[in-house]
């Protein structure tokens, strides 16, 4: 039997109860993109959107594609990754929502077939500035390494994560255009099994 600090860090599969503290952080995180899959154009509201569906499954914002980063049960931070090879269809909720609002049901891809694909990766403002960013890395990491998939995020151009990325083995130089914002498209290679 184990015994774990009462205040240690721990990462687990999210649950949908978790859309509270979930919603706004993926909101804030993805900006022009959570506008673009809610067809919401501010912040508030596009979180509204992304909280009603993280509590449902079949789409890539879902409770069931995320980790959460606690701390004495206490939430600090996400992440949220799927494979690329589902990614199609984990869009057709956002664009079935997108047609009824009347409006284009246009996303671009993001990730790919073949990858684990990190869509968000966030830390409470509060939490920041104590490496909790590479502790999601690491979590992510490890099921890119089970699944014998490499890890593939984008990183807005001129984000300071890049830094991060870059130092925990993650490489590229192409750059896409998602909603109106040019990204850098990274991916870490899993290790030689």
Known sequence: MSLQAPN???????????????????QATIGAIGHAL??????????KVIAEFFRRPGHRLSAE?????EEGGVPLGLAV??????????????RDRLRALGRPDQIAAEARPGEL?????????TARGRGLGATLVA????????????LALLVEEGNP?????????????ETVTVAGHRYLRLR??????
Not at 8 to 23: C, E, K, S
Not at 65 to 69: E, H, I, R
Not at 119 to 124: M, Q, W
Not at 188 to 193: C, D, F, L, V
């Open 8 to 26: 240690a860090l721990r990462v687990r599969p999210a649950v949908p109860g978790d859309a509270a503290f979930a919603a706004p952080l993926i």
């Open 38 to 47: 809610t067809g919401e154009p501010d912040d508030a509201g596009a979180a």
């Open 65 to 69: 594609f995320t980790l959460l980063l």
């Open 81 to 94: 990754l799927y494979p690329g090879d589902g990614a199609a269809a984990l869009d057709v909720p956002f």
């Open 117 to 125: 694909y990190l869509d968000t990766l966030a830390v409470a403002q």
């Open 139 to 150: 979590a992510c990491a490890a099921r890119s390494e089970a699944a014998g998939l490499p």
């Open 161 to 173: 994560a890049e830094r991060l990325y870059r130092r925990l083995g993650f490489a590229g130089q």
């Open 188 to 193: 870490r290679a899993p290790a030689s099994r």
